[in-house]
Nanobody
Framework: VQLQAFGGGLVQPGGSLRLTCATS????????TGWFRQAPGKEREGVSC????????FYADSVKGRFTITRDNAKNTVSLQMNSLKPEDAAVYYC?????????WGQGTLVTVSS
């Protein structure tokens, strides 16, 4: 399985961005996919994830109410709508796929939040 992330960029505080992660290759039947992020000098942080079958969703407390994760199983994509962005949301965002503890990472996409 391969993952490719799209949608990073520069946005002002309070603005919005949408990240999309496209999955290709041999896709397992049951998995979770989502996003981690890593800011300079900080540890990688889990942001959000969603399961492909029953749609269970996780959000980090820091993004609840501002970020929304959705999936399109027909297109094998997962998107993260990020609203009300704050400077502390700036990071490299990595999409991932977790199949029973085996994790595949996509490349990172940079999100910059600055005026």
């Amino acid at each position: 399985v391969q993952l490719q992330a799209f949608g990073g960029g520069l946005v002002q505080p309070g603005g919005s961005l949408r990240l999309t992660c496209a999955t290709s290759g041999v896709i397992p039947d049951h998995y979770a996919t989502g996003w981690f992020r890593q800011a300079p000098g900080k540890e990688r942080e889990g942001v959000s994830c969603i399961t492909n079958d029953d749609g269970m969703i996780f959000y980090a407390d820091s993004v609840k109410g501002r970020f929304t994760i959705t999936r399109d199983n027909a297109k094998n994509t997962v998107s993260l709508q990020m609203n009300s962005l704050k400077p502390e949301d700036a990071a490299v965002y990595y999409c991932y796929l977790n199949q029973r503890g085996s994790i595949t990472w996509g490349q990172g996409t940079l999100v910059t939040v600055s005026s």
